[in-house]
């Protein structure tokens, strides 16, 4: 058995170091550590050793199987690094790593988000309405007649079941009346639908920013003074904002609001950016008659609201030509922002 031993040990170093392969490796281990492998058989010899020799056949068994592991996890890490070498070979490994495309937000995302971000300091919460909307909350609770040209079904993209696409974010504004009791200070961006003729300044899918102000005491210059202040804050303090008598169903008095645009080497010109005006008090008649309360009493009941043109802002904000450019993921185009 002492003598056994250390050829076992001598036989088994050999197999390992001539293994050139994971598979070689393991039938080596087997063959020597294994269930039937010529270490485990001797060590199961150990009962047959007189009791004296137990202690030093012992130290010897586990110094041979001490020493085997070493080898074969020795052998195990030198085959896994010429497999890795292997797999590396043809791979330059100090070529600069592919640069990721990490993408931008489209100029109409920035712009609104600049928006919202203005005008929420200023107090303003964000609200939502649906796109497919009913005539009621479209036209009728905005006091706008059932002859009015809006409503011609050549200018609205109607479904078969009497609903619309909304032609404005207006919509909006009712919706939140009919939820919610005065102070109102609310905005809604979202898209808006018309059956336009597709040209450089119009489209048939185009975004508004809405927003609308219910108090008691809310007059016309506190609409002067926050639409002035967010184009000023938009486009820069130095931005030229007019306003020009105009008229809407939902407003008395109504304004349209131009921004004065300089471009180098251009004649300065007015851009109409936005509608706006007073709620006109029947708005406020047909929210309480569809509440059925006397919530927005039109005797105490004052407010303004105004819905400007996001695609507009936009335009003006980057100096672009043609609104065509916002939807056409045209990638030379957007990788400017
Ligand atoms: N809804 C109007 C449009 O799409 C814009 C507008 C005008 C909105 C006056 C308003 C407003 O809230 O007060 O042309």
Known sequence: ???????????????????????????????????????????????????????????????????????????????????????????DTTLPARELAIGGLHPLTLIRDEAIAILRRMG?????????????????????????????????????????????????????????????????PGSAYRRDEIDATHLSVFNQLEGLYVASDVSLPDLKGTLEFFLQELFGSNTEVRFRPHFFPFTEPSFEIDVKLTVKGQEPRWIEVAGCGMVDPAVFEAINKSRKDQAFDPETTTGFAFGMGLDRLAMIRWGIRDIRLLIENDIRFLKQF
């Not at 001598?10 to 294994?34: H, K, P």
């Not at 060590?43 to 004296?52: L, S």
């Not at 909307?133 to 059932?146: G, I, S």
């Open 1 to 91: 058995m002492k003598d056994q031993i250390p050829a076992i040990e001598a036989e088994a170093l050999a197999r390992i170091s001539a293994a050139t392969d994971e598979r070689a490796l393991e039938d080596a281990r087997v063959a020597v550590l294994g269930k039937k492998g010529s270490l485990t058989l001797a060590a199961a010899g150990m009962k047959d050793v007189p009791k004296e020799e137990k202690g030093a056949v012992g130290q010897l068994l586990n110094a041979a199987r001490a020493s085997i592991a070493a080898a074969l996890e020795a052998k195990q890490s030198a085959l896994q690094e010429i497999a890795d070498r292997a797999a590396l070979a043809g791979i």
């Open 124 to 188: 303003f919460a964000l609200a939502d309405g649906p796109e497919i909307e009913d005539e009621f909350h479209c036209f009728d609770a905005l006091n706008t007649p059932a002859d009015h040209p809006a409503r011609n079904e050549k200018d609205t993209f109607y479904f078969d079941s009497g609903k619309l696409l909304r032609t404005h974010t207006s919509s909006v504004q009712v919706r939140t009346m009919e939820s919610a009791k005065p102070p109102i200070r609310i905005i809604a």
